[in-house]
């Protein structure tokens, strides 16, 4: 991919995360009181609530890609060169793929798994 | 960490020179001697790489919803666990930070995103002493500044909510 798209995702994912990041703190103090927030049972109703999981699935997606990919641009301007941006751009990748699959294997697990008390 | 030529000829002015210009990282972070824009570059990656860590934690300790990384589903004791640990004086001490930084970092970027399409930019024009960048107007300082404030507001507003 052009470095001129990947800047492109990167502003893309910038707007996107601000209008779900906001959401997610409403959701997390004001809307809904913090204490209750972070209750057991209301949590598991966020997550099982298609809604709010598909809103929470976007917001792991949005902030680790624009995460991994600002570290990407600082690690570009740290050093140059073929083979340090060659490994720093799949590094990258790789990390997203695995942290984007460690929170949706939570996401995935608390939407449909067993209660265990 | 500092790439310099280093070995011989280290002494002479040239190299010294050109050691003084490899800094590396570090010399490109400092803005000290720098106008508020250069600033704002230090704190948006500062920002960006203190919300990522945040991110790894927080993405790791919501994982205790289903009983950590071999749980297999939604766990109660799991759960206040972590609370436990989070929930307190330091985890929302963070929190709060965690608010200020995001915010900070979420209306610079917005300023950012506006400079990147040209959107907030003056016209340019020939440079003239003392060749300040005219392209950088009143206008991205304001917002520079509207992002500190806002930040340092809503950090206030998070630290009554979740600490009041």
């Known amino acids: ?117 | 960490m500092t790439q310099n030529a280093g070995g011989e000829g280290a002494d002479s002015p040239s190299t010294e020179k050109q050691v003084k210009n490899q800094r590396g990282v570090l010399a490109s972070l400092n803005p000290s001697g720098y106008r508020l824009e250069r600033w704002a570059y230090t704190f948006q990656r500062v920002t960006g790489l203190a919300i990522l860590v945040y991110v790894l934690g927080h993405i790791g300790d919501t994982s205790f919803f289903v009983g950590g990384p071999f749980g297999s589903g939604p766990n109660t004791s799991s759960w206040s666990g972590d609370i436990a640990i989070t929930a307190n004086l330091v985890g929302n001490l963070i929190l709060v930070l965690v608010v200020l930084v995001v915010v900070f970092h979420g209306i610079n970027g917005i300023r950012l995103i506006l400079s990147e399409f040209g959107l907030i930019f003056k016209k340019p024009s020939r440079p003239e002493y003392p060749y300040r960048a005219k392209s950088q107007g009143a206008l991205q300082r304001h917002i520079i500044w509207l992002a500190i404030v806002a930040a340092i507001l809503a950090a206030l507003w998070a630290g009554s909510i979740i600490m009041g």
Do not use: C, K
């Open chain 1, 1 to 117: 991919m052009r470095e001129s798209r990947i800047m492109l995702v990167q502003y893309v994912t910038a707007a996107a995360a601000i209008v779900l990041v906001t959401i997610h703190l409403l959701m997390q103090g004001v809307l809904v009181p913090y204490s209750l927030a972070i209750d057991f049972p209301h949590v598991l109703s966020v997550y099982r609530t298609w809604v709010d999981a598909a809103l929470l699935e976007s917001l792991l997606v949005v902030v680790v890609v624009h995460g991994f990919n600002g570290l990407r641009t600082i690690l570009h301007e740290w050093r140059q060169g073929v083979a340090w941006s060659r490994w720093v751009d799949r590094g990258t990748i790789a990390v997203i793929v695995v942290v984007v699959a460690y929170g949706t294997r939570t996401l995935i697990l608390a939407a449909t798994g067993t209660v265990v008390l």
